[in-house]
């Protein structure tokens, strides 16, 4: 028999983060291409060329990176100015952390993940979570800095040319350094959230919720039992 589904995310936030995905991807291909200097480049000096022979050139593909980050950061501003209670709710649900539970949580988990839980003896149960699990939060804390970070440096490398004078050396020189740490924080986290959303068997329910909207009950039991017993109560209060 078929479970019954809870409704756990809503068009605009599925149309969000596939749009921020889908950025992500176009911004770091071209990105990466941006490198002109083979002692740094990490992708080996081929890929820059052969991106910059496809596009025309260094300043055709500066172009188009500059022009994805400002599409990129537009559509984030969009989203929030259109739904504003969904991203508070995001923020809310991702900055709220309970040191008794989530710390324990991350600890657990991350024992369980790389030697399985017979370290752990008795105390293998991991701690109920909310909305997000700790993990998830990590990430998305990392990834809503990383990302104001990677804007603003952004929009001051861009305006380092035009309107910033060389008294600015300084202020460009730091932007450049925090715009790679930023994307370097984002994605290594990005390899681990891409592993557990997509590949990890146990969160394929919460990877098809990201296309469905739905999460079946039994999984959000078991993974999210806070904002299950949440979901259960204000449904019940209503009825
Ligand atoms: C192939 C790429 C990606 C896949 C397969 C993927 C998958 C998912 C899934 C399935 C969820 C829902 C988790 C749930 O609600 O239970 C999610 C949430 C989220 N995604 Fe992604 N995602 C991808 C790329 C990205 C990128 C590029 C970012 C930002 C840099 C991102 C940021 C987030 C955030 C902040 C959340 C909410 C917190 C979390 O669940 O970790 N995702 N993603």
């Known amino acids: 028999m078929s479970q019954k589904q809870l409704k756990r995310h809503d068009r605009s936030d599925i149309f969000i983060h596939w749009f921020n995905a889908v950025c992500w991807l176009l911004l770091l291909i071209t990105g990466l291409a941006l490198f002109s200097n083979p002692e740094i480049d990490p992708v080996g000096s081929g890929y820059p060329a052969f991106v910059r022979s496809l596009v025309g050139g260094g300043g055709n593909l500066l172009l188009i990176h500059v022009t994805l980050g400002f599409i990129w950061a537009g559509g984030l501003l969009l989203y929030i100015m259109i739904n504003l209670k969904g991203a508070l709710f995001f923020l809310k649900e991702v900055f709220v952390v309970s040191p008794a539970r989530d710390i324990p949580w991350i600890i657990k988990k991350m024992v369980i993940m790389t030697v399985g839980p017979k370290p752990l003896g008795d105390n293998a149960k991991l701690p109920d979570q909310g909305y997000y699990n700790m993990g998830q939060k990590a990430f998305a804390q990392a990834s809503v800095v990383g990302c104001i970070v990677i804007v603003v440096t952004g929009i001051i490398m861009f305006l380092s040319d035009r309107t910033l004078g060389a008294e600015a050396t300084a202020l460009v020189s730091w932007s450049v350094t925090l715009h790679y740490l930023a994307v370097g924080l984002v994605f290594a986290g990005l390899l681990v959230h891409i592993y557990m959303a997509a590949i990890s068997p146990e ?30 109560s204000d449904s019940g209060s209503e009825s």
């Open 203 to 232: 969160e394929r329910p919460g990877f098809l919720s990201m296309f469905t909207g739905h999460v079946p009950e039994g999984y959000a039991k078991h993974h999210h039992k806070i904002w299950y017993d949440k979901v259960k």
